[in-house]
Every structure is written in C-alpha cells, then in structure tokens.
T-cell receptor
Framework: KAGVTQTPRYLIKTRGQQVTLSCSPI?????VSWYQQTPGQGLQFLFE???????NKGNFPGRFSGRQFSNSRSEMNVSTLELGDSALYLC????????????????FGSGTRLTVV | DAKTTQPPSMDCAEGRAANLPCNHS???????VYWYRQIHSQGPQYIIH???NNETNEMASLIITEDRKSSTLILPHATLRDTAVYYC???????????FGQGTRLTINP
C-alpha cells in the first residue's frame, strides 16, 4: 500500500502570499487530518476532514483552511502568510471507524516544510 | 484528552532495552494509551497502543500499570535507527485528533 503523500516537500513563500498544500491519503482511508509542527509549539492539530466535511478544528486563525475532495485527497490553504507560519505541515490519514482506528492508528506523511521570508 | 508527562530526554546503549516511561494519572476508563515516534524530519510513526493489558508487536512492548496511571514503552534491542522523539498520547479510540506533548528524545549510543 502506498503511504500518505504530501506535496510539495519544501516551499518558500513571501509574507502576505498564500499557499496551498496537498495530501493524498492511504487508499481506503476516509479521514485526513492536518498538523503544524514548530520548534516552539511542537505538534499542533489544525483540522480533520471526513467525507468532505470538516469535523474538528484546532485553535488556529481563520487564515488556515482546508478541504477534502470526493476521492479523500485533501488540501490546506494558508492565506496572508506570516513569518510565524514557517513550519512543518503534516498530514495524517486513518480509517475512522473505531475498530480501524483501534487497530491501525494514524499514518502520517513526511510533511511539507514551509518557510516564510 | 488526558495530559501525559514524559522525561524530556533519555540515552540508551545500542543493543540494550530502552524503557520509556509515561505518566497519565488522569486517564479515563475509555482512553487508550498510544505511542508514536518521530525520526528527524519525518512524520510521526505509530508504534503501539493499549487499553489495560500489556501489548507486544514487532516493534515494541507496552506495559500499563494496573491502575492505568502510567505506562512504559519497551524497545527490546535498541538500534541506532531507534533514535527519535517518542510521544505518549492518551485518547479515546476514534477521537478526531491526537494531542501531542513534548515527548522524550531518545538517543541510542553505539
């Protein structure tokens, strides 16, 4: 089975710009989550999507948004980039049934490293 | 989700067992203990999880105390590739997010 694929791996953007990151989950996984990792705050939950619907959202400003497509692929968007948005953005997929989650947990991609200059 | 407490760093000699402790004194009856690890510049990797019984898989063993207030992840024969940050997380199975603490930075020394 192919793993979780995130593109691009690296990105450099300028303050004020916007950025879109992409995530392709493991085939058959219907839930996709996004996390931000920074040296100061560690790993923080951004949001989770299931069947094209956002089910849960972390404590991030409205500049952070996402969506999920019918094939479960997901994108996240950050508008009006700030220097503090520089981070590793991780996507994770899972089979959200209780039994599936209990057995398999989350599978993470390798992340997109975003640098805002 | 319950809060967990882990030592910030540990060292272990290659070939020895690495024992990583985690305290979760406020864990609820329906919360599982999950362990993930993150090798530098990669996404976290699922290791093992359990509810109240000890668990073992090809990667590690998980020992949960009878009162469930603490647990230990055991890597039986640590290798250099086990150098990573290890996260202990407690959550209800099927919950919609993982809440990561600061984890334990485990260094395996040759």
């Amino acid at each position: 089975k192919a793993g979780v694929t995130q593109t691009p791996r690296y990105l450099i953007k300028t303050r004020g710009q916007q950025v879109t990151l992409s995530c392709s989950p493991i085939s058959g996984h219907r839930s996709v989550s996004w996390y931000q990792q920074t040296p100061g705050q560690g790993l923080q939950f951004l949001f989770e999507y299931f069947s094209e619907t956002q089910r849960n959202k972390g404590n991030f400003p409205g500049r952070f948004s996402g969506r999920q497509f019918s094939n479960s692929r997901s994108e996240m968007n950050v508008s009006t980039l700030e220097l503090g948005d520089s981070a590793l953005y991780l996507c994770a997929s899972r089979e959200p049934s209780v039994n599936g989650d209990r057995v398999y947990g989350y599978t993470f991609g390798s992340g997109t490293r975003l640098t805002v200059v | 989700d319950a809060k967990t407490t882990q030592p910030p760093s540990m060292d272990c000699a290659e070939g020895r067992a690495a024992n990583l402790p985690c305290n979760h004194s406020t864990i609820s009856g329906n919360e599982y203990v999950y362990w993930y690890r993150q090798i530098h510049s990669q996404g976290p990797q699922y290791i093992i999880h359990g509810l109240k019984n000890n668990e073992t898989n090809e990667m590690a063993s998980l020992i949960i105390t009878e009162d469930r207030k603490s647990s230990t992840l055991i890597l039986p024969h640590a290798t250099l590739r086990d150098t990573a940050v290890y996260y202990c997380i407690v959550r209800v199975a099927g919950a919609q997010k993982l809440v990561f603490g600061q984890g334990t930075r485990l260094t395996i020394n040759p």
